[in-house]
Nanobody
Framework: QAQLVESGGGLVQAGGSLRLSCAAS????????MSWFRQAPGKEREFVGV????????DYTDSVKGRFTISRDNDKNTMYLQMNNLKPEDTAVYYC?????????????????WGQGIQVTVSS
């Protein structure tokens, strides 16, 4: 059974950095677009960024552009989210997700596979 597992979350001060990993198992996702979403307390889950199956294309929500970078290593079946210059408003549970297609967009409905989520807390 396909499974996505996030790691690398935690508590960091504003201005700091974290790198999240999303390790896939049970099947390869090298032909699937993958994405990061986040959900803050009391808010809806929101799109953070997406990377195409090959890693050649990426898209980000405006609030993280220039600060966050998504990458992937298909040999390791793993996706990453490098988060720099973190702000308190980045505090949320972060989820990785995989689409059934090579390219995907910002909608939750486009993703068939989800991780369990990992907490990122940025203190001011």
């Amino acid at each position: 059974q396909a499974q996505l597992v996030e790691s690398g979350g935690g508590l960091v001060q504003a201005g700091g950095s974290l790198r999240l990993s999303c390790a896939a198992s049970g099947r390869t996702f090298s032909t699937n677009a993958m994405s990061w979403f986040r959900q803050a307390p009391g808010k809806e889950r929101e799109f953070v960024g997406v990377i195409s199956y090959s890693g050649g294309n990426a898209d980000y929500t405006d609030s993280v552009k220039g600060r966050f970078t998504i990458s992937r290593d298909n040999d390791k079946n793993t996706m990453y989210l490098q988060m720099n210059n973190l702000k308190p408003e980045d505090t949320a549970v972060y989820y990785c997700a995989a689409s059934s297609y090579r390219y995907a967009g910002r909608g939750l409905h486009e993703y068939a596979y989800w991780g369990q989520g990992i907490q990122v807390t940025v203190s001011s």
